[in-house]
């Protein structure tokens, strides 16, 4: 099944960000490196430029573009996914970065526990106990809120079914992100969907954050499970 042109070109504006936010994560650099910031704003730039071109003759992709700057300039204000503070036994700053940039650019693909330790250079124990103490919740956990965020920013900012919008984040079909809605956030897409749909400037609201502490055994970093 293809994705449709809005969720297409939503994707696109992602790789492109990410491929900026890789680049920071293989430097180490920290939130307040000027290279780091100018790398941010060139991002936000491209992303302003992308919703330009494409709003008279696809709104969804102009408002999805509009909505991943906003949140990203949200993250550098406030970041939400990260650490305050180095933690002993946690993770470095570079590779919290690398991570980060690695979940974020490959949400809608199968994410394995041994690529992200890899990137991290430890062991895949090592990672996972260090990942927790980091972030508060497994990787496991950390992945499927990304991966529902990811879901309720495209619910927000575009008009594609679920059955899309489930693949473009990663997951098998639309059963499978219902069964993600109802566990984490107690009701079904649709009823969320309907809800928080308010016009444009619905995607201004920051979205519910979705409760990863509690993920069940079937809640892999592999989609289909």
């Known amino acids: ?57 696809d709104r969804d992709a102009a408002r999805a573009c509009i909505a991943r700057a906003s949140a ?15 933690l002993q036994g946690g993770l470095a700053p570079w590779q919290i970065s690398r991570v980060k940039a690695h979940v974020e650019a490959r949400l809608d693909a199968t994410l394995r526990m041994r690529d992200l330790a890899a990137i991290s250079r430890l062991s895949t124990g090592h990672f996972c106990r260090s990942f927790t103490r980091s972030f508060g919740v497994a990787p496991f956990a950390y992945v499927a809120g990304r991966r529902l965020a990811r879901a309720q920013e495209l619910m927000l900012t575009t008009e594609d ?20 809605f109802r566990r984490h956030l107690g009701t079904s897409p649709n009823a969320w969907r309907r809800s928080h749909q308010g016009g444009p400037a619905a995607s201004s609201h920051p979205l519910p954050t979705p409760n990863p502490a509690k993920p069940a055994p079937s809640l892999q970093m592999r989609a289909c499970v």
């Open 1 to 57: 099944m293809s994705l449709t042109p809005s969720t297409a070109g939503y994707a696109t504006a992602i790789a492109q960000q990410q491929a900026a936010l890789t680049l920071v994560a293989h430097t180490g650099a920290q939130q307040h490196d000027p290279h780091e910031r100018g790398r941010l704003a060139a991002t936000v730039l491209k992303l302003l430029e992308d919703a330009d071109d494409v709003i008279a003759r």
């Open 72 to 86: 990203l300039l949200r993250d550098d204000i406030h970041p939400e996914h990260a650490p305050a503070e180095l």
């Open 161 to 180: 079914p679920l059955s899309q919008i489930a693949l473009a984040c990663g997951l098998c079909d639309q059963s499978h992100l219902t069964r993600l």
